[in-house]
């Protein structure tokens, strides 16, 4: 997960993917009834039913871990008790509970606390970083809970109502209203494959983990992270949607431990206006592919560079993000519908996604033991690696996946954890061997968080 320039400070609400069932949402109900108050009346109807429905489901969560330390003047290691207050939802009746993932990551005490105070412990069974959402199990449930419908038909419109469930602070569950402000929010450097509905209810933190729901107390998005510059809310919410929320927690009740992502193996650009009167379109919409991974899902498809993808199953999309989101969805080797407009006409092409190749271990990398490289764990970057640790998948080179701090890359060079090294002395970087004994004087082209330079060795 990126995390915003602006103190985005992080405070979710409730994400619920509720158990099998009927609601209004899923019969269409809901989008076909929308009106807007039209007398005093109405003004004065209430959000009380709503709340009812949806509340029982909502619980607080409290999280206990231990964080190593270091003293800052001797170095002497250490521990420290720290703790996390943040809110979940309850999606299955047998104590199932999804969450934010910054909420319980490193924590090894989790208690849940029911909207009738009763109090569980919980144990973690999935956790996905890159949505920011974790799913839990209370142990000792001996009977059937509340839980919330979770509304993954995306049929919401900017302008409707919603509610916020959560307990913001830790004073306890709380209620907040608003509207949805937008919809398919990519570029907010929250994530680069999330899609995000974006609310002015009131979400703070504390609010981590708790529900946004819809006027038929169905559950449609986990609210994940504020604009913020003081940290409270300032009416600049966004929530992770249902369909993301459904597919972590249908991969955890199946018995998975970890959220496998397809891709199309296609990479893109947003269009300028420019660009768009060029292609003779109305409007900027879509995606130029740029480049397509040989022999990937979307060069089997018929995908070529050049061509403009304008929509993912019907979903219009209008950057990478989107693209990454909406194929995300999909478990890998299901089929995917690509809308594209070629040499002027537009036709549907059907990939079939796969998972990303490579190795996407993180443990087996190599330390390097002398030269200008001395102090860093590399390793070879590939597409399944790159994925995983939030980077481009079409990027090549060696990865520095963690540094000591005290060692000549970090001190006489400046590489920081991340940071990939795409060249030496102007040659690419394909092995780790190339960089085991690095020389003074050598230059490093590193890429770092998207952006390009050269380091020297001195």
Not at 39 to 64: E, G, H, Y
Not at 106 to 133: H, P, Q, W
Not at 322 to 346: C, I, K, Q, T, Y
């Amino acid at each position: 997960m990126k995390t915003g320039p602006l103190a985005i400070a992080l405070a979710l609400t409730l994400a619920a993917c509720g158990q099998p069932g009927n609601s209004k949402a899923q019969d269409g109900v809901f989008a076909d009834n929308r009106v807007v108050p039209g007398d005093a009346l109405a003004m004065k109807s209430s959000f009380a039913p709503v709340v009812r429905t949806a509340a029982p489901a909502v619980v607080n969560i409290s999280a206990i871990g231990v964080q190593q330390t270091r003293d800052p003047f001797w170095g002497i290691p250490g521990q420290r008790q720290t703790g996390s207050v943040g809110s979940g939802v309850i999606v299955r009746d047998n104590g199932v509970v999804v969450t934010n993932y910054h909420v319980v990551n490193g924590m090894s005490s989790i208690k849940v606390t029911l909207n009738d105070r009763r109090e569980f412990n919980a144990r973690m069974v999935l956790g996905d970083e890159r949505s920011d959402l974790a799913v839990l199990q209370l142990e000792g449930v001996n009977e059937r809970l509340p839980v919330l419908n979770i509304d993954d038909r995306e049929e919401q419109q900017i302008g409707d109502l919603v509610l916020a469930i959560g307990n913001p602070f830790g004073v306890g569950q709380t209620v907040t209203n608003g509207i949805i402000s937008a919809l398919n929010r990519t570029e907010t450097n929250i994530s680069d494959s999330g899609s995000f509905i974006q609310t002015d209810a009131a979400i703070n933190p504390g609010n981590s983990g708790g529900a946004l729901v819809d006027m038929d107390g169905d559950l449609i998005g986990i609210n994940s992270a504020i604009f913020s510059r003081s940290g409270t809310s300032s009416g600049v919410g966004f929530a992770i949607p249902a369909a993301m929320v459904k597919r972590v927690v249908d991969n955890a009740v199946g018995g998975a431990t970890a959220v496998v992502r397809p891709w199309l193996g296609v990479k893109g650009e947003t269009i300028s206006a420019d660009i768009a009167r060029s292609l003779g379109l109305e409007r900027p919409q879509g995606v130029i592919v740029t480049q397509v991974w040989n022999n990937g899902p979307g060069d089997r498809a018929g995908i070529r560079e050049g061509d403009l993808i304008t929509a993912i199953d019907g979903a219009e999309i209008n950057d990478q993000g989107g693209l990454n989101f909406r194929v995300g969805l999909h478990e890998p080797n299901e089929s995917v519908e690509v809308a594209l407009l070629r040499d002027g006409r537009r036709q549907t092409v059907t990939a079939r996604a796969s998972s990303l190749p490579g190795d996407p271990d993180v443990d087996k990398a190599t330390v390097i033991q002398q030269g200008g490289l001395s102090g860093a764990q590399v390793l070879v970057l590939n597409p399944a690696l790159a994925d995983r640790l939030g980077g481009d998948p079409f990027l090549s080179g060696v990865i520095i996946g963690g540094i000591d701090g005290r060692g000549y890359a970090r001190r006489g060079v400046g590489l920081m954890s991340g940071d990939v090294v795409i060249a030496l002395n102007d040659r690419p970087v394909t092995a780790i061997s190339q960089l085991t004994n690095v020389p003074r004087g050598a230059r490093l082209t590193v890429e770092r968080r998207g952006q390009r330079g050269i380091l020297v060795v001195r």
